[in-house]
């Protein structure tokens, strides 16, 4: 019985001592930063356009990137995030983009019946992320909620405007009127890695562009969709 008391006294004493090893051996990082890569996917609408403009075919848009982290109080859930990423989005509507024989651009609002085989707007744009970031995340704690907000300041460096029907095919690369430069102010939210995205894009794809009936055609975005974060 002594033996076993013995025993007993020894393994438990080196079980305390393994595990103190073990935990020890465990360290917190104190200074843990949300440094994220991201892939977004949206349904696209527009705005600031004239009211008989339509949405038709596929409307969608697909972005990535990354966002460094810069944590505000010790807690390390309040900071800023500072990013650069790339995005393509398409716009499939019922607006023709084309041009004239003095290579003036024209707008057009097609008819409901017309014959169209494919009309639509492509972006792709480099952008850089500057979001105002809260988490109810810790060093320990990795699946967390999160409100992100900001802007996403764009510049656009390829567009193309494509439509083609029976025996017709017009391709619009060169538009004076197209704004590369854009401000989309955007907002996050979730658990986890999936979460809900929407934008809006401040500044206009057209400044100064009008249809063949005077109608003002600015063109500017509004995004609805997901957007998943990476560690």
């Excluded at 013995?6 to 438990?12: A, Q």
């Excluded at 810069?70 to 989005?89: D, M, S, T």
């Excluded at 029907?165 to 619009?172: F, G, H, L, T």
Aim: some cysteine.
């Amino acid at each position: 019985m002594r033996t076993l008391v013995i025993f007993s006294i020894l393994f438990c004493s080196l079980a305390a001592f393994g595990q103190q090893v073990i935990n020890d051996s465990i360290s917190i990082d104190t200074k843990y930063r949300e440094d994220q890569f991201y892939f977004n996917v949206t349904y696209n609408l527009v705005s600031d356009v004239p009211s008989n403009v339509n949405l038709r075919g596929l409307s969608g848009g697909i972005g990535f990137g990354f966002i460094r982290d810069i944590p505000f109080n010790k807690r390390r859930n309040v900071g800023i995030g500072i990013g650069a990423g790339l995005a393509y989005n398409r716009y499939g509507q019922n607006l023709f983009i084309g041009e004239g024989q003095n290579e003036t651009s024209i707008f057009t609002v097609l008819d409901a019946n017309a014959n169209v085989d494919i009309n639509r707007f492509t972006v792709t744009t480099l952008e850089a992320p500057i979001e105002l970031r809260w988490r109810s995340s810790n060093a320990e704690k990795y699946k967390f909620w999160r409100v992100y907000t900001g802007l996403r300041i764009g510049y656009s460096y390829y567009y193309r405007s494509t439509f083609t029907q029976e025996n017709n095919k017009v391709i619009q690369t060169d538009i004076s009127e197209f704004q590369p430069l854009s401000v989309t102010p955007t907002l996050s939210f979730g658990f986890n890695k999936i979460n809900f995205f929407a934008s809006y894009t401040l500044s206009p794809f057209f400044k100064d562009a009008q249809t063949n009936l005077a109608k003002e055609v600015g063109f500017r975005p509004i995004k609805l969709g997901f957007i998943f974060y990476i560690l």
